[in-house]
C-alpha cells in the first residue's frame, strides 16, 4: 500500500500538517461556541418580532378588506336585487383569492346569502362577532370550530349601511386559514437570515394552537398543558426580545400580537427551531476548518504528483467527460493546457459533443412538440402501411397506447379502435398510400365516435425520406378537432335568434300598450262625464281594432305573404293628428299645454298604414307632453315637398314643444332601443317610430335645445295613387 511515493507523501503530510490543524480547530471552536450561542438566540428573537409585525399587518389588512366590501356601492343599495348583490361578493372573492366563502345576513341575524349556498336562512344572531357588528363596528372572531361547516373558522364581520346611514346587511367574509400559515411559513423562510429552518405557529390566550404547519393540531392541542407552561410564562418570554424557551430537542421564541382594530383576542405567536440546526452553526465552522486543511492537504500532495499526472493528466480529463456525457450531464468541462497533440483531441471531442447534443435537443424538442399539441399528429409508411407517428392526441381520441400502434399494420389498430376505422374511412387513407400525385389537402370530415358526432380539420401531406428528399416514404396527417367550435358557433346562432325574438316581443308589447292607455283614458274621461260618447266611442273601437291588428302581425309574423295581405290602407296625416290631440285633450288642458295647429288641408296619403301613423304620432305626442310638465305650447305643423329626384311628393310633419329639450349626446342615441331618460321608460317608442319611418324611406330628424324645447321632423313618401284630404 505504501510502496509508491504518492501514498508515502500523503502519510508524511497527514502527520506533520494535518492532525496539528485538527487541534487548533476544536480549541477555535469551543472558544467560540458561547458567542455564536448568544447571537443566535439573538437573531431568533429578532425574527420572532418580525414575524408578529407580518401577522399584525396581515389581520390589518382582513380589517380593511371587510370593510372595503361593506362599502360597496350595490351592498349599500336597498334596491339592488340579490342577484347584483352576489355578483359583487363574487367580484370581490375573486380579486382577493385568499377569501373562500361570505355570508350576508339581515340585521336580524339570518343568513340571505352565501357563496357556497350552505348557511342560506341559518340564525347567527347568537354569535359574539355578529353582536359587536350591530354596534356599527368590524369585528374579527377568535378561531373556533364551527359545528355548521365541522371545521376552523376565523370570522369577519361588518356593517352595511344604505345611504340613509340605516343598517340593512351584515356582510363576513372567511378567509382561508391555510393561507395564513401560508404567509407564516413563507415569512420565516424569507426572513431566516441564519438559515434555522424553523417554522411559525400561533396561541391565543387559552394556550390552543390555531395555526400550525401540522393541521391536525390546530385546536386540538393546548401548548400549555402539552409544554408544561402558562400564559404568564409566555408574557414574560415576549416581554424579554433576547429570550428564547428550550422546550424538549427544539427552541421557542414568542412575541404578543398588538392591537389589531376590530380584534380584542390575546393572540401569540411563536418560532420553533430545531436545537441542533440552531447550533448547526458551530458545526459548519469546523466543517469550513476541515476544508481549508483539506485544500491545504491538497495543494502539498499536488506538487508531488504534478510531473507524474503531466503526461496522463490529458486522457484522463477526455475519459472523465466521456463517462460524464455518458450519465447525462451537460456541465462545461475546463480542460487543463498540455502539449499540443493532447489539446487537439480534447477540442475535437468538444466539438462532437456540442453537435451531439444539438441534434439531442433539436430531437427532443420535437418530441415535446407533438405530445404537448392539442393536434393529432399521424403518419403511416407508404411501403408497409406501418403506423410510424402517433402523439398524445391521438391516443386519446381514439383510446390506443402509443406504444402498441408504432410499427403496426394500420388496418389491423383501425380494428381495434372503432373510432380509428371511422377516421381512417372517411379521410380516404387507402386511396392516399397508393396515390403518386401532389397529397397536399385540407379539408373537414364527421366522424361519428359512440353516440357522439366529432368533426375534424384534415391537413395531408407527404415526408420525404431521409435519405432522399425527392422520395415519399409517408403520408403525414394532422388534424385539428372542431366539434366544440362547431356546437359554439351553433349556439351562438340560437342565442341571436332568441335575442331577435326577445326584441320583437318588447316592440310589439310597447305597441300593445299604447291604444290601451289610449282606451283608458277615453273611458276616464267618459266616467267624469266631460266627454261625448258619441265622439270618443268610434275612436274607442278604432284603438281596440288597433290592437287586434298588432295581435295579427305577432301571430302571422312566420308567414309573410299573409303579413302583408292584412295592412290596411293609407291613412290621412291630419285626421290622424286630429284625433291623437282628441285623445290627449283633457291631459293637456290639466298640464296647462295650449296646442297650436298649422295644417296644409291638401296633402296627399303616404305610402303607410293609419296605424304605422298612429304609432309614430302618438310617441312622439307623448313625449312632447311629458317635456312640459309645467304646461307650454304644443306645435304641429303639416306640409308637402318635392324629393330630390322629383319623381314623388313628401308629406312633411313637425312637432315643436318648448319643454325641457335634449342635450347633444342625448339627441345622438334616441332611436336606439332600450335607450331612454324616463325612470318608468323602456326605449322602445321612438325606436319603433325611427324604424316605421326608415322603413318607408323617409326619416326624422331632431333639433333641440336644453330647457329651450324640442322640434321632431317627420318627412314620409307618398302613395303613387294620391288621394288629397279636404
Not at 426572513?191 to 393540531?217: A, C, K, M, W
Amino acid at each position: 500500500m505504501f510502496q509508491t511515493l504518492r501514498s508515502k507523501l500523503f502519510v508524511f503530510f497527514v502527520l506533520v500538517a494535518f492532525l496539528p490543524m485538527i487541534v487548533i480547530g476544536i480549541i477555535g471552536y469551543y472558544s467560540q461556541k458561547e458567542e455564536l450561542t448568544d447571537q443566535l438566540e439573538t437573531s431568533l428573537a429578532i425574527q420572532t418580532g418580525s414575524l408578529q409585525t407580518e401577522l399584525t399587518h396581515f389581520l390589518e389588512e382582513r380589517y380593511r378588506d371587510t370593510a372595503y366590501l361593506a362599502e360597496n356601492p350595490v351592498l349599500r343599495d336597498s334596491d339592488a336585487d340579490m342577484l347584483e348583490k352576489r355578483e359583487e361578493v363574487y367580484t370581490f372573492l375573486s380579486s382577493y383569492d385568499m377569501y373562500f366563502d361570505a355570508l350576508l345576513l339581515t340585521p336580524d341575524g339570518e343568513v340571505e346569502l352565501d357563496t357556497d349556498n350552505e348557511m342560506i336562512g341559518r340564525d347567527l344572531s347568537d354569535r359574539e362577532w355578529f353582536t359587536d357588528t350591530l354596534t356599527g363596528n368590524i369585528a374579527m372572531s377568535d378561531l373556533n370550530y364551527s359545528n355548521i361547516i365541522d371545521e376552523p373558522v376565523f370570522v369577519l364581520g361588518a356593517p352595511v349601511y344604505n345611504d340613509d346611514d340605516e343598517l340593512i346587511h351584515v356582510i363576513s367574509p372567511s378567509f382561508d386559514l391555510e393561507e395564513m400559515q401560508k404567509r407564516l411559513s413563507e415569512y420565516v423562510a424569507e426572513h431566516d437570515e441564519s438559515d434555522l429552518g424553523g417554522y411559525g405557529f400561533i396561541l391565543n390566550e387559552e394556550g390552543q394552537v390555531i395555526s400550525h404547519p401540522e393541521t391536525e393540531r390546530i385546536l386540538e392541542t393546548n401548548y400549555f398543558e402539552e409544554k408544561n407552561t402558562s400564559q404568564e410564562e409566555i408574557d414574560r418570554y415576549a416581554a424579554d426580545n433576547n429570550t428564547v424557551r428550550p422546550v424538549g430537542d427544539e427552541v421557542h421564541g414568542f412575541e404578543k400580537i398588538d392591537n389589531v382594530a376590530g380584534f380584542d383576542h390575546e393572540w401569540y405567536v411563536g418560532i420553533a427551531v430545531d436545537e441542533a440546526e440552531m447550533f448547526s452553526a458551530l458545526n459548519d465552522l469546523l466543517i469550513r476548518y476541515l476544508l481549508i486543511f483539506g485544500a491545504v492537504l491538497l495543494g502539498l500532495t499536488f506538487a508531488v504528483y504534478k510531473l507524474s499526472n503531466y503526461l496522463v493528466r490529458p486522457l484522463q480529463q477526455l475519459v472523465t467527460k466521456s463517462q460524464r456525457y455518458a450519465e447525462g450531464h451537460r456541465d462545461v468541462y475546463e480542460y487543463d493546457e498540455a502539449y499540443e497533440e493532447a489539446n487537439q483531441l480534447n477540442a475535437a471531442f468538444d466539438d462532437m459533443l456540442v453537435k451531439l447534443d444539438q441534434r439531442e435537443q433539436m430531437d427532443r424538442k420535437s418530441t415535446r412538440v407533438l405530445a404537448s399539441t392539442d393536434n393529432g399528429v399521424l403518419a403511416i409508411d407508404r411501403k408497409t402501411g406501418g403506423i410510424t407517428l402517433f402523439n398524445r392526441m391521438c391516443g386519446e381520441l381514439f383510446e390506443l397506447e402509443h406504444t402498441e400502434v408504432i410499427g403496426e399494420y394500420y388496418d389491423d389498430m383501425a380494428k381495434l379502435s372503432p373510432n380509428l376505422r371511422c377516421f381512417f374511412e372517411q379521410t380516404g387513407i387507402s386511396s392516399m398510400l397508393s396515390s403518386s400525385a401532389d397529397l397536399r389537402a385540407q379539408f373537414e370530415v364527421h366522424c361519428r365516435f359512440g353516440k357522439e358526432e366529432r368533426v375534424f380539420f384534415i391537413s395531408t401531406s407527404y415526408l420525404a425520406s431521409p435519405e432522399h428528399e425527392d422520395v415519399n416514404d409517408e403520408v403525414l396527417i394532422v388534424f385539428n378537432d372542431l366539434t366544440e367550435k362547431r356546437k359554439m358557433e351553433s349556439e351562438l346562432i340560437r342565442s341571436e335568434k332568441l335575442k331577435m325574438i326577445g326584441e320583437m316581443s318588447a316592440g310589439f308589447a310597447h305597441e300593445i300598450r299604447n291604444p290601451l292607455t289610449t282606451v283608458r283614458g277615453m273611458l276616464q274621461m267618459m266616467q267624469e262625464e266631460a266627454a261625448d260618447p258619441q265622439q270618443h266611442v268610434p275612436l274607442m273601437l278604432g284603438e281596440i281594432d288597433r290592437v287586434q291588428t298588432i295581435m295579427n302581425q305577432l301571430m302571422n309574423i312566420a308567414n309573410p305573404e299573409r303579413f302583408a295581405e292584412d295592412q290596411d290602407e293609407p291613412g290621412d296625416v291630419e285626421a290622424i293628428i286630429e284625433d291623437m290631440l282628441l285623445l290627449y285633450e283633457t291631459g293637456l288642458e290639466r298640464r296647462g299645454i295650449t296646442i297650436e295647429t298649422f295644417f296644409d288641408r291638401h296633402l296627399p296619403l303616404p305610402d303607410v298604414s293609419a296605424n304605422k301613423l298612429k304609432q309614430v304620432f302618438m310617441n312622439l305626442i307623448q313625449n312632447a307632453i311629458e317635456a312640459m310638465p309645467d304646461g307650454g305650447r304644443l306645435h304641429v305643423h303639416t306640409g308637402r315637398e318635392e324629393s330630390s329626384s322629383g319623381e314623388s311628393d313628401l308629406v312633411t310633419v313637425k312637432i315643436t314643444d318648448n319643454g325641457q329639450g335634449m342635450t347633444e349626446e342625448t339627441v345622438k342615441k334616441i332611436g336606439t332601443p332600450f335607450f331612454t331618460t324616463k325612470e318608468q321608460g323602456n326605449g322602445l317608442g321612438l325606436a319603433t317610430s325611427y324604424r316605421i319611418v326608415e322603413d318607408l324611406g323617409g326619416k326624422i330628424d331632431v333639433q333641440s335645445v336644453p330647457e329651450r324645447g324640442t322640434t321632431f321632423t317627420i318627412t314620409i313618401p307618398a302613395a303613387k295613387t294620391t288621394v288629397y284630404s279636404g
